[in-house]
């Protein structure tokens, strides 16, 4: 089993960064992709971004592409969100998922189905 602890959620105003990190134990890093969604009030769990085992390959929503950064420390069993130019649209509930399968493209990347281990969440409100 793979237990992942998200943590960096908070307050903020628009136009600020954020770093959320996700850390992984058990019997980690026994995954393959790793990303990243998020759930607003009300709506659909969402997808944010994702990133392969080596780092190489990366995918984005439309609505963060250029403001987001997903990265990962495989040495460190840790997965990193970095959040620049914070919108109130962003906030949400964020969620790291792993997933222990090699995942193929983006259509499995994305969805939410794909990811077999999922964190508790942490909380990012933007204000504007």
């Known amino acids: 089993q793979v237990q992942l602890v998200e943590s960096g959620g908070g307050l903020v105003q628009a136009g600020v960064s954020l770093r959320l990190s996700c850390a992984a134990s058990g019997r980690a890093f026994n995954t393959n992709a790793m990303g990243w969604f998020r759930q607003a009030p009300g709506k659909e769990r969402e997808f944010v971004a994702a990133i392969s085992w080596s780092g190489v390959t990366t995918y984005y929503a439309d609505s963060v592409k250029g403001r987001f950064t997903i990265s990962r420390d495989n040495a460190k069993n840790t997965v990193y969100l970095q959040m620049n130019s914070l919108k109130p649209e962003d906030t949400a509930v964020y969620y790291c998922?792993?997933?222990?399968?090699?995942?193929?493209?983006?259509?499995?990347?994305?969805?939410?189905?794909?990811?077999?281990?999922w964190g508790q969440g942490t909380q990012v409100t933007v204000s504007s």
């Open positions: 998922a792993g997933r222990s399968s090699y995942c193929s493209g983006y259509g499995c990347y994305t969805i939410s189905q794909s990811y077999n281990y």
